[in-house]
């Protein structure tokens, strides 16, 4: 017993250590069946211990999770693999408000059964987006101090001779840290000894453990030596059973002799009977004899004669009567002798019958102690039959527990109340590079890495003792070491009184996340080809300096680079050689700027620059002449010498009271200009001149009045499958049949009226437009969900959701779910919190919502993390130069990989040929729209064009290529 007492703590300790982790965790048995739940499985699933344990994992009451993936997992692929591997599932969970789940499947074999147990490892990554968007806003403040930071490099300049002082103060922060190293290696030689303590205590630990052996054999030798008592007492209750037999003969004994001197007693009772009778007889006669002599006397004298004769008979008579007295008084002494006998008889009888009596009360005694007895000896046997089936179940159950324990893919480690580690798993080990006997009895600070303040460790500490948990991202140090990130948290467990029994931390390395998410950022800021800045830092970095412009009382300039000659070069000698010229040229081009000026390119030969802290309009022409110089001075290439030129346009803020995306289309305007005034040339924007020449097109009362005269239509252009060949839906585009110009686009309207009301005018329209089309289409039978493109500023207006609601509603015989909402990802949206609320407002009314144009706007990774938009649209201008610009297509790679990361569908805009479609099926996008399969069309010609539509049959042909690769 003492065995299965010891088994189940350590079984309720390692199941306590289950309970800790963090992710929801569900173990099952080889048969499927559930075995042990995590309480943050419980509270994850909304699930009841009573309804899990024992049961089917596809018996479990909550239906979200009899998934078909998760069964063809569990039912072929685990049972088929003899050995621990990890699988990777992912699955969105959307009812229980769980946008993305990671479940991590991994099988483990017991060796001693060859039992295999699966541990299914559930991660919520909901949070991991909600922390990628504090290390994105911390991005952004680093981003925004660096800019700070280069405006104090000019100011440090300037007081070069205050930062000499400050060297020396350095110099003597130096030196007093050298101190500080010497005093951390006395430390280090004072952990050292503590070290070989914590050897020695290791040592006394060992022998203890060798303690509770001879204990546990001990308890086994009292095992066996009860086993003994319990086949003495055996014995024993046979020598009884033998006693109780022989006195059972005894006692018929002792009853045949009793029968045998009761007859003896009757046959003396009848022979005294008999006595007495002849007694009285004798006494008759004696009478009879007396009334004789009476007779004898009378005639005394008659008989003279006969008197001597009488009385000689009378003295005989009266002899033969003494003797008859003398044998009637012997006979009565013998009758009372045999009476006495008798009497002794029966006394001795009766004592006979009390002791067999007693010995028959001292046999039932002994039978019913001997009874008690067995009763006893069947229940010791019957404990020590459940004893031992409970020691074997609770052994089994501790050996699964210490297999997830040593399995598990976190490193554990458990320290005491005082935190002393007293147990780790070959995880942590792996991690830390610390084996097990390396770091038992030590202290957790062993794995500090200097980089947190004693402040974060004590308010650490602090939420650990007040809420009994905490999580958090730390940064510990390797045995090597060597300084690494890692996902931590600790949970205290506590015994039945209350009081801390140990604490349990659960840590992942997340290096290769914290890489990835810094080759992301990266990714997402700077071009890959030049390592420039690209559009999306561009615009953070110009947001700051026209802020930063505004606060000096200063201007800025916006410059627009187009390379003249480069697409013949190009197309002449190779897109590597292109690179090696765009990279040069750039090089060039960024040291002609000045320290604090930055310099992006934006694609292709494009670049921007801008030139900040300017205090009047000429300090820009030094710095353009050096660009312009830069640009054409003849590089030297392995191939030859190249030489290019440059188109400059240039727009001044805040002359040009424009916001960062009109400031840069307006340099672009102006840098058309100079390629038609020749080319290696510069122009500023005119903004009397283009204000000028808007002015019929761009007055709002004309876009107001166009409405009134229904003068705008919608086009539709198909969205397609390019794998399978179905139409997914069509996309609306707005167009002005305006009666003088023509077919106008919508970028020659929209811009102007972006901010006033007549746009959302014009988007209501719009909205109502396409639910009356999918009504339409549906009276004919076609059924086409529709995408419209709605403005930031519409989005952002606190009322969306219910206009929304209002238009839908007007539409009942309209599905919501065919009403597809497109954002521009350049959008300027102010308030992300606001915009992700309005989106989810509108979710619960039915609509979806796709990021249009992805990768060309501000702040691309922070509008996937933060807006919930089920479909993603990579930019044209990147999938129709991919086949050419290997800088495009790692972009258009990137976003597919970005989208199922964010478990998001993507849509290729731009598709043109045949061979898009094809890299584009490679890469994995199956979803697109382009010229290459039809151009927008009016919403009569769409039901003729689906009629006839088939898909190019190089597309099937490589669709079924990658379907046999995945029934493979």
Not at 469 to 478: A, L, P, S, Y
């Amino acid at each position: 017993m003492l065995d299965v007492k010891t088994n189940q703590d350590m079984l309720e300790y390692f199941e306590g250590i289950i309970h800790t982790m963090r992710e929801p965790s569900i173990m099952l048995d080889q048969d499927l069946r559930v075995v042990t739940v995590s309480n943050s499985f419980y509270k994850l699933f909304k699930l009841k211990p009573a309804n899990t344990i024992g049961h089917y994992i596809f018996e479990l009451a909550n239906k979200q999770f009899n998934i078909s993936l998760l069964r063809d997992l569990l039912e072929t692929i685990l049972p088929q693999k003899p050995h621990c591997d990890d699988y990777l599932i992912e699955h969105d969970f959307a009812i229980i408000g769980r946008r993305i789940l990671l479940l991590n499947a991994r099988q483990i074999e017991l060796a001693e059964a060859r039992e295999h147990i699966i541990l299914l490892a559930i991660e919520d990554m909901t949070e991991h987006t909600d922390e990628l968007d504090i290390v994105n806003e911390k991005k952004d403040k680093r981003a925004d101090e660096l800019v700070i930071a280069n405006e104090e490099i000019a100011f440090q300049n300037e007081e070069k001779d205050k930062r000499a002082d400050e060297l020396d103060i350095a110099n003597e922060e130096i030196a007093f840290q050298k101190k500080e190293i010497d005093k951390r290696a006395d430390e280090l030689v004072i952990a050292k000894e503590e070290k070989g303590k914590r050897a020695d205590e290791l040592v006394i630990a060992k022998e203890e453990k060798g303690k509770r052996a001879d204990e546990l054999f001990i308890a086994n030798e009292e095992k066996d030596k009860r086993a003994d008592e319990l086949i003495i007492a055996n014995k024993e209750l046979a020598f009884q059973n033998k006693e109780k037999d022989k006195r059972a003969d005894e006692l018929d004994i002792a009853n045949e002799e009793k029968d045998k001197r009761a007859d003896e007693l009757d046959l003396a009772n009848e022979k005294l009977a008999f006595q007495n009778k002849e007694k009285d007889k004798r006494a008759d006669e004696l009478i009879i004899a007396n009334h004789e002599l009476a007779f004898q006397n009378e005639e005394k004298d008659k008989r003279a004669d006969e008197l001597d004769i009488a009385n000689e008979e009378k003295d005989k008579r009266a002899d033969e009567l003494d003797i008859a007295n003398e044998k009637l008084a012997f006979q009565n002494q013998e009758k009372d002798k045999r009476a006495d006998e008798l009497i002794i008889a029966n006394t001795e009888l009766a004592f006979q019958n009390q002791e067999k009596d007693k010995r028959a009360d001292e046999l039932a005694l002994a039978n019913t102690e001997l009874a008690f007895q067995n009763q006893e000896k069947d229940k010791r046997a019957d404990e020590l039959v459940i004893a031992n089936k409970e020691k074997e179940l609770l052994l089994h159950k501790l050996k699964r527990a210490a297999s997830v324990f040593s399995h598990a893919d976190e490193g554990i480690m458990i320290t005491d109340a005082t935190a002393t580690i007293t147990e780790v798993n070959s995880t942590f080990s792996s991690i830390t590079g610390y084996t097990s006997e390396e770091v038992l009895g030590r202290n957790p600070k062993i794995l500090q890495s200097g980089r947190h303040s004693p402040t974060f460790y004590a308010e650490m500490w602090d939420t650990l003792l007040t809420q009994d948990h905490w999580r958090g991202e730390i940064w510990n140090r390797r045995k090597n070491g060597e300084v690494f990130p890692v996902m931590l948290t600790i949970s205290a467990v506590k015994n039945s009184a209350g009081f801390v029994q140990h604490y349990v931390s659960l840590c992942t390395d997340i290096t290769a996340m914290k890489a990835y998410q810094g080759q992301l950022e990266h990714i997402a800021h700077y071009d890959v080809l030049t390592n420039l800045p690209n559009r999306v830092l561009l615009a953070d970095r110009l947001n700051h300096a026209m802020v930063q412009c505004k606060r000096r009382n200063q201007s800025l300039a916006v410059v627009f680079m187009d390379l003249d000659g480069f697409k013949e070069i190009n197309d002449n000698h190779g897109h590597s050689v292109g690179d090696e010229l765009l990279v040069a040229v750039s090089q060039r081009m960024k040291k002609a700027l000045r320290e604090g000026d930055t310099l992006a390119r934006i694609g292709g030969d494009e670049f921007i620059a801008v030139m900040v802290d300017l205090a009047h309009s000429e300090e820009t022409q030094p710095a353009l002449e050096r660009l312009l110089k830069a640009a054409s001075t003849p590089v030297d290439l392995n191939c030859g010498v190249m030489q290019v030129s440059a188109s400059i346009g240039v727009t001044l803020y805040p002359q040009d009271d424009s916001d960062a995306d009109q400031l840069m289309r307006h340099a672009d305007q102006a840098m058309y200009v100079a390629k038609q005034e020749g080319k290696n040339c510069y122009r500023l924007f005119d903004t009397v001149r283009e204000n000028a020449s808007k002015t019929q097109l761009e007055n709002i009362d004309d876009i107001r009045l166009a409405m009134k005269q229904f003068e705008f239509v919608l086009y539709y252009q198909p969205k397609v499958n390019i794998n399978t060949g179905e139409v997914k839906g069509v996309e609306a585009l707005i167009r002005w049949q305006h009666p003088l110009r023509g077919l106008v686009q919508p970028l020659d309207f929209l811009p102007i009226i972006e901010g006033h009301a007549i746009s959302l005018e014009l988007g209501e329209w719009v909205i109502t437009s396409a639910l009356i089309q999918i009504s339409q289409w549906q009276n004919m039978g076609v059924n086409l969900p529709i995408s419209v493109n709605i403005s930031g500023y519409q989005i952002q207006q606190d009322n969306f959701a219910t206009r929304l609601a209002a238009l839908l509603a007007a539409h009942p015989e309209v599905n919501p779910n065919s009403l597809e909402l497109e954002i521009l990802e350049t959008s300027a949206l102010h308030d992300i919190s606001k915009v992700s609320a309005t989106m989810n407002a509108c979710h619960e009314l039915g609509v979806r919502f796709a990021l249009d144009d992805f990768g060309t706007g501000y702040s691309s990774l922070t509008h996937l993390r933060r807006l919930p938009a089920q479909l993603i649209k990579i930019d044209q201008s990147f999938v129709r130069d991919m086949l050419e610009d290997a800088d495009d297509c790692a972009i258009v790679e990137s976003v597919i990989g970005l989208a199922k990361a964010f478990r998001r569908d993507v849509i290729a805009e731009g598709v043109e040929t045949i061979t898009h479609g094809i890299a584009l099926l490679q890469m994995g996008c199956q979803l697109a729209q382009g010229y290459g399969i039809a151009r927008p069309m009016p919403a009569g010609d769409i039901p003729e064009w689906i009629t006839h539509w088939k898909t190019d049959i190089p597309w099937q042909a490589l669709g079924l290529v990658e379907a046999n690769k995945l029934d493979c």
